[in-house]
Every structure is written in structure tokens, then in C-alpha cells.
């Protein structure tokens, strides 16, 4: 692969511990499975090139974790380079992959309504269960950033799933019939 590549024995068997949790990371930040695919992969390979003097310093999922955050915030920037439909698209809903990651469509939806940074934010510090300061190292600002990002997260974490709520809870009464 060029570089100086490394330990493919250590960078297959880190890839084989740590897939999972690395995919599920990118799923939340993304909320697509492709793209979290994508990302994974990315920081996968941006990673190996320098698998060595990564594994030098200790336990590369940190070093790991940033790169897939760092890719996402920076695909995010260029996401208007990106191909664009100039067509009508369909007005079909596709049907849902049975694997998905993670079970609670509703929260997908508003974890994806979030702001690139502050789902990477709040993913960061509550499914990932970071730190402040680890949050802050893998975003690369300071620590007052992530808790006025994560407080205003999950302000709007909880707005959106009250509001869904009440859908639901409008949804499942029972109509009157008339006669």
C-alpha cells in the first residue's frame, strides 16, 4: 500500500476487533449506511499508511476514531462538489435495510436533523461515552465548545423526540366511528 504501512497482521486483526463499533460510529455521525461505509473505509486506509508509528504510541482506536470524525467533517464541507440529481427523483420511499444498525428510527431522524458538528458532538459524547476533553481532542476544539454543543444537542435531541412522541401517542387513539 506505500507508506510505511505497517503490521498487516495487527492493522487486520485491530480492523477485525474494531469494525463494528467503528461502523455504528459512523452510521450516527452520517445516518446513512453507505456513506458510513464509506467513511469507515477512509479512515481505515488513511490510517494504515502510517499503521506503525500509530501503534507505537498505544491503542490506535483513538487515532482511528479521529480520522473517521475529521473525514466526515470534511466530506461534510465538500458536500456541494458532490454530484447532484438534476432529474425528478420518485416520491417512493425505499424500503428499509433489515440490518440497520441501530433499531430507533425516530432517533435517526433527529440525530440527522442535527448539525454535522453537534451530532458528532453528542455522538461523541453519549454513545461513544467520552469525555469532554476526549471529545474535544478528537474534534479539535476546546472543551467549552463540546458542552455548549452537547447541551444544545440534546435540547434538541429531546424537542424532537417529545414532538414524535405526541405524534404517536395522536396516532394510536382510537377514532370515532360515525354511524
Known amino acids: 500500500m506505500g507508506g510505511d504501512g505497517g503490521d498487516d497482521g495487527s492493522f487486520a ?3 477485525t476487533r474494531q469494525q463494528q463499533p467503528l461502523l ?3 452510521f450516527l455521525l452520517a ?3 453507505g456513506h458510513a461505509e464509506d467513511l469507515v473505509q477512509t479512515a481505515l486506509m488513511k ?3 502510517h499503521w506503525d508509528r500509530i501503534t507505537r ?3 490506535p482506536s483513538a487515532y482511528v476514531r479521529r480520522a473517521l470524525v475529521t473525514t466526515h467533517t470534511s466530506w ?3 458536500a456541494w462538489h458532490r454530484e447532484q440529481p438534476t432529474g425528478r427523483l420518485p416520491d417512493v420511499e425505499a424500503a428499509q435495510p433489515a440490518d440497520l444498525l441501530d433499531g430507533d428510527d425516530v432517533l435517526h431522524r433527529a440525530l440527522a436533523a442535527l448539525p454535522p458538528r453537534m451530532r458528532a458532538t453528542v455522538v461523541l459524547r453519549y454513545y461513544e461515552d467520552l469525555s469532554e476533553q476526549q471529545t474535544a481532542q478528537l474534534m479539535g476544539c476546546s472543551e467549552s465548545t ?3 454543543q452537547a447541551a444544545r444537542g440534546l ?3 429531546r424537542g424532537a423526540l417529545a414532538t414524535a412522541a405526541s405524534h404517536d401517542r395522536q396516532d394510536s387513539r382510537p377514532r370515532e366511528q360515525s354511524r
Open 13 to 15: 486483526a485491530f480492523v
Open 24 to 26: 455504528r460510529l459512523a
Open 31 to 33: 445516518g446513512d449506511r
Open 47 to 49: 490510517t494504515y499508511r
Open 57 to 59: 504510541r498505544g491503542e
Open 76 to 78: 461534510r464541507r465538500r
Open 146 to 148: 463540546v458542552n455548549t
Open 155 to 157: 435540547a434538541r435531541l
